[in-house]
Each structure stands twice: as structure tokens, then as C-alpha cells.
């Protein structure tokens, strides 16, 4: 079972930057980052797979960017340019399969989330 911890969430004011971390018991071959704001769906964010192929939501283009170390089998995502609109709670997702897709149901391991505030 491929345990993932995310790290990094907090409190930033809007403008500001965030770096998530996302560490992993064992190699996924992609891993994707999910967010879910208070009564909302959990939503596709970023991944990027064993390759370095990356993918972002257009929600998050351009903003964010999300990258891995296969070394330390650890994915980033680097926020910039928050808005109060990015406040969620963030999860990664791990898959073994280099397929990038971005249903929740296309990833069987899960973090437990890490809490993301940004503020006006």
C-alpha cells in the first residue's frame, strides 16, 4: 500500500506563493493534485507522471506548476498568484500507471490533505 503525506499548506495573503509537497512510500507512477473548497466537488488541479509529463488545469494555468523528483519520490506543486479562490484543501493522488487522467477515480492512493487559506 503506497502511503502519501502532503506538506506545505498555510495561510497566505492573496498575491502571494505556496509550495505543496507530496511524499511517497513507494514509486507512483503519476501523481496528480486534487483540491476541494467547502461545499464543493473535489476537483482535478496538476499531475505529472514518471515521464515529466505535466499537465494543469485551466483553472491553475499559468499560475501553478507542478513537478516530481523520481529520486526522492516526491511531487511538488508550486503555487503563485493565489487567489481567495485557490482556498481549498489539497490532496495528491498517486496512480501506477504513467497515464495522466484527472478523475478521482483514476487514483487508488490518497494523502490525507494538506489546508490551503488565502486571504483578501
Known amino acids: 500500500q503506497v502511503q502519501l503525506v502532503e506538506s506545505g499548506g498555510g495561510l497566505v495573503q492573496a498575491g502571494g506563493s505556496l509550495r505543496l509537497s507530496c511524499a511517497a512510500s513507494?514509486?507512483?507512477?503519476?501523481t496528480a493534485w486534487f483540491r476541494q473548497a467547502p461545499g464543493k466537488e473535489r476537483e482535478f488541479v496538476a499531475a505529472?507522471?514518471?515521464?515529466?509529463?505535466?499537465y494543469l488545469s485551466d483553472a491553475v494555468k499559468g499560475r501553478f506548476t507542478v513537478s516530481r523528483d523520481n529520486a526522492r519520490n516526491t511531487a511538488f506543486l508550486q503555487m503563485n498568484t493565489l487567489t481567495t479562490q485557490d482556498t481549498a484543501v489539497y490532496y495528491c493522488?498517486?496512480?501506477?500507471?504513467?497515464?495522466?487522467?484527472?478523475?478521482?477515480?483514476?487514483?487508488?492512493?490518497w494523502g490525507q490533505g494538506t489546508q490551503v487559506t488565502v486571504s483578501s
Open positions: 513507494e514509486r507512483t507512477f503519476t
Open positions: 493522488a498517486g496512480r501506477t500507471s504513467a497515464e495522466v487522467v484527472h478523475s478521482t477515480t483514476g487514483y487508488k492512493y
Open positions: 505529472v507522471n514518471w515521464h515529466g509529463f505535466t
